[in-house]
């Protein structure tokens, strides 16, 4: 392959942002210093590229500051295998429940400490929950993120969320006891009940997709605004979604 030719114009600080990100990504972890270095500018620079790449989830910074790739790069990264194949697989589903319920239909994966909503599909009626597609939420506040969360380990949940990783952005962490009460309540249910958690008026349900040893790749979930949910329907809902998710592993497992 012939190298590129750069164009006449070139935005430098878009250049260097862009340059940080495919280094993170194809190398992983690396500091301020480091990247200052590579990409020839001062460490004030570098620090503020790093920062915005952080805000818009290009990257993450652990306690020890070193910065990593985010989820909008692990993302890329896993498109082409197990996100992308889920998504392409589940489209068809998602649809098919939509029809059942006659509600708004998504499918989240959780990376780290969010949830990102790979694929939505919108119910038609006037009043309902818009597509979420594209969007990243801390994985405490939305169904999805808490039905992966539901499927950590103990110990995991506390690296997730312990206070060094939160360090700069104290009032972001959860209160770890009632998200462990939470969670178990999940566990005990087989499905998480979001009721106006993460949206006011908003009420969502959603329960794991697993693969074959058991692991919970994505959740899938149903939003539906709070003046049209009625408890009494809840057994129903949560068993199309439990059948909408079997048929999506079982495309899986194909």
Partial sequence: ?????????????????????????????????????????????????????????????????????????????????????????????????????????????????TARFIASVECGQALRVGSREGMVFPAHRVTAGLILLAALEPAQLDDLYSENRYAERPGERPDMSALRAQLARVRRAGFALNNGLSERGVVAIGVPIRDADGTALAGLSISMPSVRYDHQRLPTLVAALHRSAGAIEADLGD
Avoid at 59 to 65: C, G, L, M, P, S
């Fill in 1 to 113: 392959m012939e190298p590129k030719n750069p164009p006449a114009y070139v935005v430098t600080s878009a250049d260097h942002a862009l340059r940080a990100a495919v280094m993170l990504q194809l190398e992983g972890g690396l500091t301020v210093s480091q990247v200052a270095e590579r990409l020839g500018v001062a460490r004030s620079t570098a620090h503020r590229l790093l920062q915005t790449l952080v805000y818009r989830d290009f990257a993450v910074q652990d306690d020890q500051r070193v910065y990593h790739p985010g989820p909008v790069l692990e993302l890329a990264t896993h498109s082409q295998s197990r996100a992308s194949r889920l998504r392409a697989m589940a489209l068809t589903h998602l649809q098919r429940l939509v029809d059942i319920v006659g509600e708004t239909a998504n499918l989240t994966i959780r990376t780290g400490d």
